[in-house]
């Protein structure tokens, strides 16, 4: 028998051993040992390592088993579970739209404009473009477009495209919607593109497409009225909130780099455009300039602009208006560096790459004469009259289709007519 208490609460040391003691509730148990099991006490634990002595456990019915760390450690992922929901939980604040019950509405949408105001590197960030085209009388151009839309490498699933087809008298409509089921069902997955939108508005437009009356001086302020209400029609039905960029291309282009959308956006201008050049026959000269919309202000324009009617459009590239102005396709060095930057005031809309901010600002294509100008050219204007950015690349060439006219075109006097042309540039 134990005849010193080891610890001051009066217990012994050493626990009788197991065959001697009967440890359930009213089986010679001592006084003192209910008490301790009735109060629920802890174990006492002998410091002995006499394998013969051993803990001093009370009866516990198994349903009390349940350890003591399994209860923290629930409670513990019980609190955590509860701390989560809360963080996730979209706390109503003064003047936030994005409540509880506004994104418990199934329609709704919620768009960060910031999150797409496009960078150098939108491919990477998975920028979405839309690419605007306007048609008329465009079938036998659709097969050239299509090809070029096959070869682009910027990915096609960022790519949204959008056509307006308008006035016309042959098959563009129906080609185009031919030409998209087949890029679409394409057996390559890197062919098929975005959202496609065909739009088809009327403006009665009655000038031809042949080349003297596209061209004809007395045709072009009303012609290109009509052609600035076409693009701001196409581009209010197809811009979306998540579009970043915003590429016009026309469908009469022939000789295209592939990576002009990546080479246009690196630069990271809020308007961009690149040189436009046609080839033509050698005896003509082999090249010319094409599209001399694209210039920066004179002095000699401005002196002209006073002196017109408030509804008078000033168009380059006529006698009637001899404006000085220095164009963007005449400061072309075949073998310069694509990258450099012209400062421009007016742009042409062969090949324009915008951000969609500029569009969402408010800037547009006017239908009417803004500061002497309409159409791309008045868009320049009013891009830099709200201060965005607006370059051209005079030494990146694409390349306009040659549509032989009646008249021969006389060669371009001053300009060297015998100078290679590199595919692309």
């Known amino acids: 028998m134990n005849r010193h208490s080891a610890f001051p609460n009066g217990y012994a040391a050493n626990a009788k051993k197991r065959h001697d003691v009967d440890f359930r509730y009213g089986s010679g148990r001592s006084p003192d040992l209910e008490a301790k099991a009735l109060w629920n006490m802890h174990d006492l634990i002998d410091d002995d390592k006499d394998s013969d002595f051993k803990t001093f456990a009370p009866y516990r019915p198994k349903t009390k088993k349940r350890p003591r760390l399994a209860n923290i450690a629930l409670t513990a992922l019980v609190g955590l579970a509860f701390l989560f929901y809360l963080l996730r939980t979209p706390f109503p604040l003064a003047g936030d739209a994005r409540t509880d019950q506004a994104f418990d509405i199934e329609t709704l949408r919620y768009y960060d404009l910031d999150d797409v105001a496009g960078t150098s590197r939108g491919w990477e960030r998975e920028e979405r473009v839309l690419l605007c085209t306007p048609l008329r009388d465009a079938a036998p151009h659709l097969p050239m477009f299509f090809s070029h839309l096959r070869n682009f490498t910027y990915p096609h699933h960022l790519i949204d495209l959008a056509f307006l087809v308008s006035d016309s008298k042959d098959r563009t409509e129906e080609l185009l919607a031919e030409l998209l089921e087949a890029q679409q069902k394409d057996e390559d997955p890197a062919q098929p593109y975005g959202e496609i939108s065909?739009?088809?508005?009327?403006?009665?437009?009655?000038?031809?497409?042949?080349?003297?009356?596209?061209?004809?001086?007395?045709?072009q302020a009303s012609r290109r009225k009509l052609m600035a209400q076409a693009r701001n029609w196409l581009l209010s039905a197809a811009l979306r909130p998540y579009h970043s960029w915003v590429y016009w291309r026309d469908a009469d282009v022939e000789t295209c780099p592939f990576t002009i959308i990546e080479d246009l956006m690196r630069?990271?201008?809020?308007?961009?455009?690149?040189?436009?050049?046609?080839?033509?026959?050698?005896?003509?000269?082999?090249?010319?300039?094409?599209?001399?919309?694209?210039?920066?202000?004179?002095?000699?324009?401005?002196?002209?602009?006073?002196?017109?009617?408030?509804?008078?459009?000033?168009?380059?590239?006529?006698?009637?208006?001899?404006?000085?102005?220095?164009?963007?396709?005449?400061?072309?060095?075949?073998?310069?560096?694509?990258?450099?930057?012209?400062?421009?005031?007016?742009?042409?809309?062969?090949?324009?790459?915008?951000?969609?901010?500029?569009?969402?600002?408010g800037v547009h294509f006017p239908a009417f004469s803004f500061e002497k100008h309409?159409?791309?050219?008045?868009?320049?204007?009013?891009?830099r009259r709200m201060k965005f950015s607006v370059v051209g690349l005079p030494h990146y060439t694409v390349w306009h289709l040659y549509e032989p006219s009646a008249k021969p075109d006389p060669p371009v006097a001053g300009k060297r007519h015998g100078s290679k042309r590199r595919l692309g540039w």
Do not use: C
Request: a negative charge; proline letters at 6%.
């Open 198 to 219: 065909i739009i088809h508005k009327d403006f009665g437009q009655k000038v031809s497409q042949d080349v003297e009356s596209r061209h004809g001086f007395a045709a």
């Open 267 to 361: 630069h990271d201008r809020d308007v961009i455009v690149p040189n436009i050049w046609r080839p033509l026959p050698d005896w003509l000269g082999g090249e010319q300039p094409y599209d001399l919309n694209s210039w920066q202000e004179s002095e000699t324009a401005i002196a002209l602009a006073d002196t017109l009617d408030e509804d008078a459009v000033i168009v380059e590239g006529y006698a009637e208006y001899a404006t000085w102005r220095p164009h963007l396709a005449y400061l072309r060095d075949p073998y310069g560096d694509p990258d450099v930057e012209m400062e421009l005031d007016g742009v042409g809309g062969v090949s324009i790459l915008a951000k969609a901010r500029v569009f969402r600002a």
């Open 374 to 383: 309409a159409e791309t050219e008045a868009f320049g204007k009013m891009a």
